[in-house]
């Protein structure tokens, strides 16, 4: 099997690399079926922000999965979803999002919150390896993408996945039009 690549980075195997994630991450990836066709790439971790990475190593911002949290509550009930949408969008989090949650408001989850609760760095969050009472919203437009790269739960690397492998990921709810 061809791992998911780009001209400007070197992929390696992730299940031989779980070094280069971050332990939740790595704990997915050891019980997943889908890992055998996941690279993990090494960057400098200055180089983390979608922005100067696909500026730095030359890659296309629609085949960049950009990671946030959003929280809302209902009735006392704190609702956290994870939307994973393309870099050259950004998550319906007024709209879509708070009605896919159920909410009233929503909001970012602060970061101290985000990287705590995760148990991933600020700067690398993703959607493989997060808590399990999250919910994981992935924009349907990331599936047709042949590679995505998405963070790995550290800064100095990055996953890149078949873009429908996502829709395997545990507990993945494939939206239309997540990112707007």
Same mark, same amino acid.
């Given at each position: 099997?061809?791992?998911?690549s780009?001209?400007a ?9 779980l ?13 997943w ?5 996941v690279a ?7 180089l983390a ?35 994973v949408v393309?870099? &050259?969008? +950004? ?5 879509? !999002?708070?009605?896919?949650?159920? =909410? @009233?408001?929503?909001?970012? *989850? ?22 399990g009472?999250w919910?994981?919203l992935? &924009?349907? +437009? ?5 590679? !995505?790269?998405?963070?790995?739960? =550290? @800064?100095?690397?990055?996953? *890149?996945v ?5 829709a395997?990921l ?11």
């Amino acid at each position: 099997m061809t791992l998911p690549s780009f001209p400007a980075l070197e992929s390696l195997p992730v299940l031989d690399h779980l070094d280069l994630v971050a332990p939740p991450v790595a704990g997915l990836l050891a019980a997943w079926p889908q890992a055998d066709q996941v690279a993990v790439v090494e960057i400098d971790p200055e180089l983390a922000d979608t922005a100067a990475m696909t500026a730095e190593y030359d890659l296309p911002l629609a085949a960049s999965g950009n990671c946030v949290v959003v929280v809302g509550a209902r009735a006392g009930e704190e609702r956290i979803a994870a939307c994973v949408v393309r870099a &050259d969008t +950004r998550a319906d989090v007024n709209s879509l !999002v708070r009605k896919l949650i159920d =909410v @009233r408001k929503a909001t970012f *989850l602060s970061m101290e919150r985000a990287v705590e609760e995760s148990g991933m760095e600020y700067g690398g969050i993703t959607p493989v390896g997060l808590p399990g009472g999250w919910r994981l919203l992935v &924009d349907e +437009r990331l599936l047709a993408e042949p590679v !995505v790269i998405l963070g790995s739960g =550290v @800064r100095r690397s990055k996953l *890149l996945v078949p873009g429908p492998v996502l829709a395997d990921l545990p507990g993945a709810e494939v939206v239309a039009d997540l990112g707007r």
